[in-house]
């Protein structure tokens, strides 16, 4: 079975950030993640992520994220402490696959717009046509910066220059080199202790190791957008256009419906359902799954949060929280840090939620703040209710029973238990708990003074 290496040790100097390039996040999806991605369909026996500028980092992300992968064999990762060229990286996996005697694939860690598909059909032709190496291919109308492939006839590969090591008269050739490469192992490992660092950047290039090996294919791939290189941030909001585009009429064509989607985000890994709809100026992103006829905007975030079905959410920022079925959310709610919303609730108007749980058919409909509560169904908490859940050292919980409702600007000082069907009178600031069936009243008692006025005189 075919083996993987990801050549991700290079620190990414174009990018002007301490932040490894593949790490760079596109979509939700840091740039590594993305080419494991794209080997969802060739179930390989072993896959090596060559690693070294911050090495670490690259490893603890790839480790955060395994669970989402699509099956890869083993992940290994194989260090290049100093990094002089892709050959350079590829010779670290010497001691790692010796005697191994299959196919080995390499990808460049910033290459994330591979199809599954293309990389299987290069594994297909490279195995039919029993090649030394196969290499995708594409035609760029602005093939800056990219290796040049020269061939021999049609296909046939005689060797690949770099931009910079290119004459005027080579630059003219548009056909680049994807930087996706599938090797005959046992070919290509007598091959590269031959590499010399004989070029502009005094580097060991993988793609001199073509000149030694025969026959080497190219393979053309049919949409170049595809095989895209990210070495800076322009290329980066280039690719993640490009995505978007993918993501956006995938959604569209299983019964999404997008108002004006050029103003809507949304990453590669949200879940939708037919007869959604999103409107203008939304944002889905991370693990967010929305269920059917839900109506999302304009102008609402969703963040790894679950939306049910028929549920609105307009002008509001959902984040790492749930919201069940007929709900309606804002317009101007915030629910953030564990929120659990039932079934046709009412949350809106200026209203923040933070790690608390309302039952069924509850509303916090104007003006609340509400932090690790617990509420049952059917409760209404009135206009400027606020949980006072911090003592400035400590959060306190906060329960209410079914059908209580609070009066308008209540305090509800944790840790505090409201009982079912407990009415609290408005403007109250109630310190301590009450049981079911009562009503609380915790202000001063209004006084009047008949005939009082502040100057007798007037
Ligand atoms: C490379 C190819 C070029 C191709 C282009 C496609 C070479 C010499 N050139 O150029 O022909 O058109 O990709 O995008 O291979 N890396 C390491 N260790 C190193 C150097 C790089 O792991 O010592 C990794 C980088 O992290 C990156 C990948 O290899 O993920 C490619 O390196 P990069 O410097 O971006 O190569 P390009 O100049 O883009
Ligand atoms: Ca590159």
Same mark, same amino acid.
């Given at each position: 079975?075919?083996?993987?290496?990801?050549?991700?040790?290079?620190?990414?100097?174009?990018?002007?950030?301490?932040?490894?390039?593949?790490?760079?996040?596109?979509?939700?999806r840091?740039?590594?993640?993305?080419?494991?991605?794209?080997?969802?369909?060739?179930?390989?026996?072993?896959?090596?992520?060559?690693?070294?500028?911050?090495?670490?980092?690259v490893?603890?992300?790839?480790?955060?994220?395994?669970?989402?992968?699509p099956?890869?064999?083993s992940?290994?990762?194989?260090?290049?402490?100093?990094?002089?060229?892709?050959?350079?990286?590829?010779?670290q996996?010497?001691?790692?696959?010796?005697?191994?005697?299959?196919?080995?694939?390499?990808?460049?860690?910033?290459?994330?717009?591979?199809?599954?598909q293309?990389i299987?059909?290069?594994?297909?032709?490279?195995?039919?046509?029993?090649?030394?190496?196969?290499?995708?291919?594409?035609?760029?109308?602005?093939?800056?910066?990219?290796?040049?492939?020269?061939?021999?006839?049609?296909?046939?590969?005689?060797e690949?220059?770099?931009?910079?090591?290119?004459?005027?008269?080579?630059?003219?050739?548009r056909r680049?080199?994807a930087?996706?490469?599938?090797?005959?192992w046992?070919?290509l490992?007598?091959?590269?202790?031959?590499?010399?660092?004989?070029?502009?950047?005094?580097?060991?290039?993988l793609?001199?190791?073509?000149?030694?090996?025969?026959?080497?294919?190219?393979?053309?791939?049919?949409?170049?957008?595809?095989?895209?290189g990210i070495?800076?941030?322009?290329?980066?909001a280039?690719?993640?256009?490009?995505?978007?585009?993918?993501?956006?009429?995938?959604?569209?064509?299983?019964?999404?419906?997008?108002?004006?989607?050029?103003?809507?985000?949304?990453?590669?890994?949200?879940?939708?359902?037919?007869?959604?709809?999103?409107?203008?100026?939304?944002?889905?992103?991370?693990?967010?799954?929305?269920?059917?006829?839900?109506?999302?905007?304009?102008?609402? +975030?969703?963040?790894?949060?679950?939306? @049910? &079905?028929? $549920? /609105? %959410?307009?002008?509001?920022?959902?984040?790492?929280?749930?919201v069940?079925n007929?709900?309606?959310?804002?317009?101007?709610?915030?629910?953030?840090?564990?929120?659990?919303?039932?079934?046709?609730?009412?949350?809106?108007?200026?209203?923040?939620?933070?790690?608390?749980?309302?039952g069924?058919?509850?509303?916090?409909?104007?003006?609340?703040?509400?932090?690790?509560?617990?509420?049952g169904?059917?409760?209404?908490?009135?206009?400027?209710?606020?949980?006072?859940?911090?003592d400035?050292?400590?959060?306190?919980?906060?329960?209410?029973?079914?059908?209580t409702?609070?009066?308008?600007?209540?305090? +509800?000082?944790?840790p505090?238990?409201? @009982? &079912?069907d $407990? /009415? %609290?009178?408005?403007?109250?600031v109630?310190?301590?708990?009450?049981?079911?069936?009562?009503?609380?009243?915790?202000?001063?008692?209004?006084?009047?003074?008949?005939?009082?006025?502040?100057?007798?005189?007037?």
């Amino acid at each position: 079975m075919v083996a993987v290496a990801i050549l991700a040790a290079g620190r990414g100097t174009r990018m002007k950030s301490d932040l490894p390039k593949v790490l760079h996040s596109l979509g939700g999806r840091s740039l590594v993640e993305r080419v494991l991605h794209s080997l969802s369909e060739i179930n390989p026996s072993r896959c090596l992520v060559i690693v070294g500028y911050q090495g670490d980092r690259v490893k603890d992300s790839l480790a955060g994220v395994i669970d989402h992968l699509p099956p890869i064999g083993s992940l290994e990762f194989v260090e290049q402490t100093e990094q002089l060229g892709t050959g350079h990286a590829v010779q670290q996996l010497l001691p790692h696959l010796e005697g191994f005697a299959d196919d080995l694939l390499v990808l460049n860690g910033d290459v994330p717009l591979l199809r599954p598909q293309t990389i299987q059909n290069l594994l297909q032709t490279h195995k039919t046509n029993q090649n030394a190496a196969t290499l995708l291919t594409a035609h760029l109308p602005n093939p800056k910066g990219y290796g040049r492939v020269f061939c021999n006839g049609q296909n046939l590969v005689k060797e690949i220059v770099e931009d910079r090591d290119c004459t005027p008269a080579q630059k003219q050739n548009r056909r680049i080199n994807a930087g996706v490469y599938c090797f005959k192992w046992s070919q290509l490992e007598k091959v590269l202790p031959q590499l010399v660092a004989n070029n502009d950047q005094q580097e060991y290039y993988l793609t001199d190791a073509v000149k030694f090996m025969a026959p080497v294919m190219a393979v053309d791939v049919e949409d170049y957008q595809e095989i895209l290189g990210i070495n800076d941030r322009k290329q980066m909001a280039s690719a993640y256009e490009i995505l978007q585009e993918r993501v956006k009429d995938s959604w569209m064509a299983a019964g999404v419906t997008l108002i004006h989607p050029d103003t809507i985000t949304i990453d590669d890994t949200v879940q939708l359902s037919p007869d959604v709809v999103v409107e203008p100026q939304t944002h889905l992103r991370g693990q967010t799954v929305i269920g059917v006829g839900s109506r999302i905007g304009p102008g609402s +975030l969703i963040e790894n949060s679950s939306i @049910g &079905e028929n $549920v /609105t %959410v307009l002008y509001s920022v959902v984040t790492d929280s749930a919201v069940k079925n007929g709900s309606r959310i804002g317009p101007y709610a915030h629910l953030r840090g564990h929120v659990e919303v039932g079934e046709s609730c009412r949350v809106g108007n200026f209203v923040e939620l933070k790690n608390s749980t309302l039952g069924d058919r509850t509303n916090v409909a104007h003006l609340s703040y509400l932090g690790d509560a617990t509420l049952g169904n059917k409760v209404n908490i009135g206009a400027g209710t606020i949980t006072a859940n911090y003592d400035g050292v400590k959060k306190h919980p906060t329960t209410i029973g079914d059908r209580t409702k609070t009066g308008s600007n209540s305090v +509800l000082v944790a840790p505090l238990t409201l @009982g &079912e069907d $407990v /009415t %609290v009178a408005a403007g109250s600031v109630v310190t301590e708990d009450v049981p079911d069936d009562s009503l609380v009243i915790a202000r001063s008692r209004q006084v009047i003074k008949p005939g009082w006025r502040l100057n007798p005189e007037e």
